[in-house]
């Protein structure tokens, strides 16, 4: 047992350890070492990460929860305590494994990605810094940690988007990255809040096992006084907005494809496994309390459903590859929020939940980590051998990087899901559970994204690597062993991991909660992975006729002026940038802002003017007394003598 | 010849003092106004001693005790003059104004 | 001494002498014809000290104001100013204010004295001998409690410091030359 707790602290603070070795010791000159010191403590990382999962489910505790050690952070009240714990149940150490694989990984590519960077070791501290700051989230046994370590990520995810801070774009990304997702997480910090009023713990095992009957009575809310059960209901609300704005959710899904100005392996690992799936995660482990509320998970299951047809509609049209990919990892983490939504179940005015949902959704959690990851790894590879992001520069990349082509070819079927292939269970386990929910329309749209799916992801892959190439720049590629060896250790889970993972996952994934009201299920659908991998087989024939028979008109197919202008929409992704900039600027810089600014300009400036004059007008009053005149203090004097002498009351 | 008429008669002169100090530029024109004051303060004493029932002795002395001290403050201010006169070569109020800085 | 009607004709007098030596001290522009108004003034309180019987104040006064403070005040005069020539005009505005000043303390004599009944009820009624040289000299070095011994010592002492600060202060310093 104390080797366990002597690995997760290992596994937790040699990310830190990088960080502040990078931070401190090799913040400017000594190139290679930064990277080594991440790699070398990111690959003991993993290694004890993989120690205690092996250990948890070797040692018949599984799927039991188990606190490895666990401080006291901060004291608000007597009963309220803020801790700093290591979580150990089946979710997070999930989470913890794949985090910090991914993270060695990326750590590994960017020592090749990122050799001619000035800023290289600056690169290594700030992913440093972000894996730890993400391993923290996962383990967290607390709202309050997890919010901790969730602004932690906010910070470090700043700091690698805008890496390229010379660049304007980057600047404007990191920026709209930071902002939109504070936006959100002050929603999140009101939620605690809220919750930690009414239940008074931050714990996630207490508020996983709430009972609804023990709460009566109301809460005055300053403006408001609500129920304590509304109030609950709110907080839900309000703790899934965190998650609504770190996982991008529609309609705050923009600042995700900006964040594609940072660097790749950065994209790679943000958007794979980490920050982004955080909101999901979060739901994921308040699953039991959210549950409780029905409303919510229909809202989380409509926003995820929308977001994922949304930016699979955008994706097809798409020309630079990293924007492919984050639409792509939008879509994905729709599925995700779905999954976990279609849970509730509302039958005759009762509900129930459908444990399959909340499964399904860790297991894309999982087979979605590795193969987001590696196409994100592919992307970037693509990109240094070619030195553009554009398709239109591609193509025929085939028999130059055969390995990259190989990883690719699993990436995509992965992610098309396919069989054997790893997204092929998850998503599949993500169908029946909505359809087994009864919840057909969002069926309906979840297998018309994964035709959609299919369809762009083999669009990317086609006019990537097939065809002839249409640029000078791919003519002499060559494909960096560096850059290839990284992308095969991911290519292994994202082939085999569904398969591997899917016999853990019934064991040990449920819902982990008694007092659920679980839902039997009434229909079986076996058919729907036949179906399901029936539409990806046409997609990908759809894809491969568009872009990779052999009299494809590819140049017309990717030139976007004479399109009608549906396809403009979608091509700029229906103006979302637009509007949130003409919000910004009208509204908030226009509006509000100037209003402000003129009452600080004239109001508050004017009063501190006012003061200032009043001051000065006294200093220089008290100042010409000062004259050194000695008759005018004579006078004064005598003065002071006649009115003391007036105005006082003397005993006479 | 009552108290209220000595009272009277000291209250008038120490107002020509107070009105010579202040119009005065000269420092020893500034110190006869200023001995004018005090004596028009030994008055008070003095009537009071003669008109009240109380101990008039005492009274006569306080006066005596006034002049013993005018006679010190001279000394020590006709001293300062000197001095000063011999720094500064002005007996302006006006002109000296070190005091200021 | 006086017939009380000729007696009051006589304070008044002195009083209009006394306010007038006073004045033209103040007003006149040569300092040391001020000074010697100054003398006039003094002698003529002298006399009112005289006339309210304290004979011996009135000697002291005549000795130490009128022939000590004031000849050394016209020594000082005749070494700074040669003569008491240099004579300072001063604006018209700050004449008001000080007279405006000087005024007022004709307001604080109403305020004061002829709004206060109770002065009316004095009549003099101290002691023929109240002020001489025996009674004086007696309470001054009385050691009893309502002796002056320590006060006429202090003072003794402080003409002395005094006299000794001014000789210091007044001294040609070695540096100056």
């Known amino acids: 047992m104390n080797n366990i707790i002597l690995m997760s602290y290992l596994s937790l603070f040699l990310p830190f350890l990088a960080f502040l070795i990078n931070a401190l010791l090799f913040h400017s000159s000594r190139k290679k070492h930064a990277a080594y010191v991440s790699i070398v403590l990111s690959g003991f990382g993993f290694l004890s990460a993989l120690y205690i999962a092996v250990f948890y489910f070797q040692s018949g505790i599984a799927p039991g929860k188990l606190i490895l050690w666990e401080h006291l952070f901060l004291k608000f ?72 370590f969730w602004e932690l990520v906010g910070i470090s995810s700043y700091l690698l988007i805008g890496f390229w801070y010379q660049k304007p774009s980057a600047v404007k990304a990191s920026k709209q990255a930071f ?474 | 010849m009552t108290l209220l008429n000595c009272l009277l008669l000291s209250f008038i002169l120490f107002g020509i003092g107070v009105f010579g100090l202040l119009r005065r530029r000269h420092i020893v024109a500034m110190l006869i106004s200023i001995e004018l004051m005090l004596n028009a303060a030994n008055m008070n004493f003095i009537s009071f001693a003669y008109f009240s029932k109380g101990d008039a002795s005492a009274g006569a002395i306080f006066s005596l005790f006034v002049i013993a001290i005018t006679a010190c403050e001279m000394a020590i201010a006709l001293a300062i003059v000197i001095a000063m006169y011999r720094r500064t070569h002005s007996l302006d109020i006006d002109s000296l104004r070190g005091l200021h800085e | 001494m006086f017939p009380t009607e000729l007696k009051d004709l006589f304070f008044y007098f002195i009083s209009a002498l006394t306010i007038t030596t006073a004045l033209a001290t103040v007003l006149v522009k040569n300092v040391l014809q001020s000074a010697i108004f100054l003398i006039f003034s003094f002698v003529a309180t002298a006399i009112i000290y005289l006339m309210l019987h304290a004979e011996f104040i009135a000697i002291s006064q005549v000795m130490v104001y009128a022939g000590g403070v004031v000849i050394f005040v016209i020594f000082t005069i005749l070494l700074t100013s040669h003569l008491g020539e240099t004579a300072f005009s001063t604006k018209v505005p700050r004449n008001f204010i000080a007279a405006f000043l000087g005024l007022s303390f004709l307001g604080l004599a109403y305020r004061f004295l002829f709004q206060n009944h109770s002065l009316l009820s004095y009549t003099p009624s101290a002691p023929l001998d109240y002020a001489s040289l025996k009674s004086i000299a007696f309470r001054l070095l009385s050691i009893q409690s309502n002796g002056f011994v320590i006060a006429f010592e202090l003072i003794g002492l402080i003409l002395f410091a005094s006299l000794i600060a001014a000789v210091s202060i007044a001294r040609k310093q070695k540096e100056e030359k």
């Open chain 1, 77 to 148: 009240t007597d009963s309220l305590h803020a801790h700093f714990a290591f979580l150990l149940d089946p979710l997070s150490i999930m989470m913890v494994v794949v985090v910090s694989f991914i993270s060695f990984v990326v750590n590994l590519y960017s020592l090749t990605y990122m050799k001619d960077d000035p800023s290289f070791s600056r690169f290594f501290t700030f992913l440093s810094l972000f894996s730890f700051s993400m391993l923290g989230l996962v383990v967290a046994s607390n709202l309050f940690q997890m919010f901790f």
């Open chain 1, 179 to 652: 902002v939109l997702t504070r936006f959100a997480d002050s929603f999140f910090l009101l939620g605690i809040v809220l919750i930690s009023y009414i239940a008074s713990t931050f714990s996630f095992e207490t508020l996983n096992s709430l009972s609804l009957s023990h709460f009566s009575g109301s809460i005055n809310l300053g403006f408001i006084s609500i129920s304590k059960l509304q109030g609950l209901f709110l907080s839900s609300i309000l703790i899934f907005i965190g998650g609504w704005g770190k996982s991008a959710m529609f309609p705050m899904h923009i600042w995700l494809p900006n964040a594609m100005e940072g660097p790749t392996p950065v994209s790679s690992i943000i958007h794979s496994a980490t920050m982004v799936v955080a909101g999901v995660y979060l739901v994921a482990r308040l699953f039991p309390f959210f549950a409780l509320f029905p409303s919510t998970l229909h809202l989380i299951m409509v926003l995820g459903i929308i977001t994922a047809v949304f930016a699979a509609v955008i994706a097809i049209t798409q020309k630079d590859i990293k924007r492919i990919l984050a639409f792509s990892t939008l879509s994905q983490l729709g599925y995700m929020l779905f999954a976990l939504g279609v849970t509730s179940v509302v039958l005759q005015n009762e509900s129930f939940i459908h444990p399959l949902g909340y499964s399904a959704s860790i297991f894309h959690i999982f087979t979605h980590a590795f193969f987001k990851c590696m196409l994100f790894l592919i992307a970037g590879s693509l990109i240094h051998a070619v030195h553009s992001n554009s398709l239109e520069a591609m193509g025929g990349l085939k028999n130059k990087m055969p390995w990259t082509y190989a990883a690719a070819i699993i990436g995509v079927l992965a992610i098309s899901g396919l069989p054997p292939f790893s997204g092929f269970f998850s998503k599949d386990e993500i169908l029946i559970a909505a359809f087994q929910s009864e919840h057909f329309i969002v069926f309906a749209l979840a297998l018309v994204t994964s035709a959609l799916t299919a369809f762009y992801m083999f669009r990317f892959f086609f006019l990537a690597f097939h065809g002839k190439p249409r640029s000078n720049s791919t003519a002499n590629v060559k494909e960096s062993f560096g850059l290839s060896f990284p992308i095969l250790l991911l290519a292994i889970p994202s082939f085999l991991g569904g398969y591997a993972f899917k016999k853990l996952l019934f064991q040990y994934y449920g819902p982990g909660s008694n007092n659920l009201n679980v839902f039997e299920k009434s229909m079986q659908g076996d058919w729907i992975p036949f179906a399901s991998s029936f539409i990806v087989l046409v997609s990908i024939f759809l894809a491969w006729y568009f872009y990779a028979r052999p009299y494809a008109k590819i140049q017309k197919s990717l030139d976007s002026s004479n399109r009608p202008r549906f396809y403009k929409w979608i091509y700029h992704q229906f103006y979302f940038d637009e509007i949130y900039d003409a919000l910004v600027q009208q509204f908030l810089f226009k509006g509000i802002a100037q209003t402000i600014r003129f009452f600080e300009d004239y109001i508050i400036g004017g009063l501190l003017k006012l003061f200032l004059f009043v001051i000065q007008k006294l200093g220089s009053l008290v100042r010409e007394l000062q004259s050194g005149w000695t008759p005018f203090y004579l006078g004064l004097m005598i003065f002071g003598v006649l009115m003391w002498s007036l105005i006082a009351k003397l005993p006479i």
